[in-house]
């Protein structure tokens, strides 16, 4: 039995989040909620919430974390997102991802992995000044790296494609800036927990899409819940808390026993060479 897909994506502006992310709903069957297209909807349909965050947008900035964490506790209980979900810029910061944790908690729905792009800044605001958008079907073009079959059109429905508005140079920086001071911190944050998964962003989109399924394949595994064989208690659940404990303590003092050295000269005289030699 193989676990829920749930991830998020973590990685600069333009570093492909929302390309992998429409390819990755695809192959799972999962949605892609992207906070910042969720904005965007809100913005045009003029929503209250929308024109608050339309003037954050346009300076690269942040949207508050209560707009944010609204959006996603509405969207996450949506019936489509119970066979998995792809958060796709978000969370954003610390407490975004403390709030996610929460949250996830309470819905007992624990996170798969979080997939950081990596890649280069220098070639980041080149991806984003080329973007090409549907406001349609949502796919996205780019005109140096892959522009569409006729000028301006989208190949898919024919609609004239947009140019984002905060895709221009000074907002372009701004928000590798924000990026580099708010949403670098949950590296640590994820990695702290065992969570995180680097893949390189820099490359053909279909060689990065090879990446994350691999990383996501190998973190559903880990996430798998253990099956009982027929007719049999897994040795692990058969034990008592007393006597797993003592087990514990038993296996950690082999171990320790294990690997004492033997007919190694004291520390001090080991030559760097035998280091090398025996940390490998
Ligand atoms: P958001 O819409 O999330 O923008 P972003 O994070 O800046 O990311 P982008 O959509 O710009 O880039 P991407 O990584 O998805 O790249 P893409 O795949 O399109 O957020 C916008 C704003 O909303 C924020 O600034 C903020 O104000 C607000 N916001 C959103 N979420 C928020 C949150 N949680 N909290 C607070 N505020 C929030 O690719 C880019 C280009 O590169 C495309 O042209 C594509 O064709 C091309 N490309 C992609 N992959 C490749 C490749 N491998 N090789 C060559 N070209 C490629």
């Known amino acids: 039995m193989q676990s829920l897909v749930q991830i998020v994506l973590i990685g600069a502006p333009g570093s492909g989040k929302g390309t992998q992310a429409r390819l990755l709903s695809q192959q799972y069957g999962i949605p892609q909620i992207s906070t910042g297209e969720l904005l965007r909807q809100a913005v045009q349909s003029r929503l209250p919430l929308g024109l608050e965050a339309q003037a954050v947008m346009d300076q690269g900035l942040l949207v508050s974390d209560t707009i944010v964490m609204g959006i996603i506790r509405d969207r996450l209980v949506q019936p489509d997102a119970r066979s998995g979900f792809l958060l796709d810029g978000f969370p954003r910061n610390l407490e ?10 309470t819905l007992d729905r624990p996170l798969t ?8 800044s220098e070639y980041l605001i080149q991806r984003l000044s080329g973007r090409l958008t549907c406001p349609q079907c949502g796919a996205v073009y780019n005109r140096y790296t892959s522009p569409p079959r006729f000028d301006d059109q989208c190949d ?25 001071a708010q949403t670098e911190p949950l590296i640590g944050f994820y990695r702290s927990r065992g969570l995180l998964a680097e893949i390189n962003a820099d490359g053909p989109i279909p060689t ?72 490998r």
């Open 156 to 180: 898919n429905c024919g609609t004239l494609l947009r140019h984002r508005s905060d895709d221009n140079e000074e907002t372009i920086i701004n928000r590798l800036r924000v990026y580099e």
């Open 208 to 279: 990065i899409f090879r990446q994350i399924r691999r990383v996501i394949n190998e973190h559903r595994q880990r996430r798998a819940p253990l099956r009982p064989r027929k007719g049999k208690v897994p040795a692990r659940q058969s034990k008592s808390p007393a006597a797993a404990r003592t087990a514990r303590r038993v296996s950690t003092t082999s171990a320790k026993k294990k690997s004492k050295p033997r007919n190694l000269p004291p520390a001090k005289k080991r030559s760097g060479k035998a280091k090398k030699t025996r940390s």
């Open 96 to 105: 975004q991802a403390q709030a996610l944790e929460k949250l996830l908690e």
């Open 113 to 120: 992995v979080a997939i950081l792009f990596q890649m280069d």
